[in-house]
């Protein structure tokens, strides 16, 4: 089968209210780029009718190939196994709740072409559509992760974008737990330019990043791309070092001037400062351990259910690189 010149990888769970308004809008779209293109829907792991729908919708469509994974994955897993699987020189990430417009993908592949850049990102200049505390707390996050890290990550610039095929193959090749794709693109340094739009309000169904997830994914990106976070624990220990030493100090010069009576309340604030430094660099640790820990299981980070395209079940699918192995002397074999 022909390798087409584009893929659209759309990551799905329960979205059986949104699959039919993605569809009616993107399909006259993909007629008319005048490229060979692939629709991958990736499946990851829905409870709804969303994998009934894909079935119908690929018999109904030739150019729509559907993946699932055996359980819920999460949003960036799923958009890897897309990645993992999509065929074409072009690659393009787009949710399909509609938020993102479907129209800008012929700018993206124009743009990528007229301007021979690897990685086209759409940038959402206006988010009027999202809540005030998202928008803020969104801008932080990249400002955050640009002052922390080397990573130029595009502030509002989320998973819709357009990859080259050396891009994906880059991507694919990276050995990464828990990746946040958002930022393993830019940190990539591949030429890259931007296209912006605004973007809309959710076409049907819930979204699916509530906070809690959200807050998983900035805690994942800040410990994935900046060690800032341990030299501050470090800091926090040696302020609080220095704060103990003046305590010390001051508890030798009362001694010394007789003046000795407990102190109940400076005893208490001193031994909270102290306990509170200690347990915020010890949880700060452990996020770098469970990373650690994770990468050392070399546990899949998702599971391949069905292939359409290959008409039948698959192995498991991991996105890790088996650990070197070692010989008597201790050494690693190649």
């Not at 958009?79 to 993206?108: C, F, H, K, N, W």
């Not at 974008?161 to 990539?188: G, H, K, W, Y």
């Not at 039948?312 to 192995?325: K, M, S, Y």
Request: proline share 5%.
């Amino acid at each position: 089968m022909p390798e087409p010149e584009l893929s659209v990888v759309v990551p799905m769970y329960d979205e059986q209210d949104v699959i039919p308004l993605f569809v009616d809008r993107l399909r006259p779209l993909a007629e008319a780029w005048g490229v060979t293109y692939e629709i991958l829907c990736v499946d990851d792991g829905s409870s709804d009718a969303t994998p009934v729908l894909l079935q119908r919708l690929r018999r109904e469509w030739d150019a729509v190939r559907v993946v699932r994974l055996r359980a819920n994955a999460g949003h960036q897993a799923a958009i890897s196994a897309g990645l993992d699987r999509a065929r074409g020189r072009y690659v393009v990430t787009i949710d399909a709740d509609l938020q993102d417009p479907p129209e800008t993908i012929a700018e993206m592949l124009a743009v990528a072409r007229e301007q021979d850049v690897d990685v086209v990102y759409g940038v959402r200049e206006d988010r009027s559509s999202d809540t005030a505390f998202k928008r803020v707390t969104a801008r932080a996050f990249y400002r955050s992760i640009r002052a922390l890290s080397d990573v130029d990550s595009r502030v509002d610039a989320g998973d819709f974008r357009l990859m080259s095929r050396a891009t994906v193959d880059a991507v694919n090749a990276l050995p990464e737990q828990n990746r946040v794709l958002r930022l393993v693109v830019p940190a990539l340094g591949f030429p890259s330019a931007s296209v912006g739009y605004t973007r809309a309000e959710r076409a049907a169904g819930d979204s699916k990043y509530p906070l809690g997830k959200m807050l998983r994914l900035a805690v994942d990106g800040v410990t994935g791309f900046s060690i800032a976070p341990l030299r501050f624990a470090t800091w926090l220990g040696l302020l609080g070092g220095v704060a103990a030493l003046a305590v010390l100090v001051y508890a030798v010069a009362a001694m010394l001037l007789g003046n000795t009576l407990p102190g109940w309340t400076s005893t208490v604030v001193v031994v909270a400062a102290v306990g509170a430094v200690q347990l915020l660099a010890l949880g700060i640790l452990g996020e770098y351990v469970r990373r650690t820990y994770a990468a050392l299981q070399a546990r899949p980070t998702y599971f391949v259910a069905h292939d359409s395209l290959t008409g039948g079940e698959e192995r498991a699918d991991a996105r890790v690189t088996p650990l070197p192995r070692r010989d008597a002397s201790g050494g690693t074999g190649g």
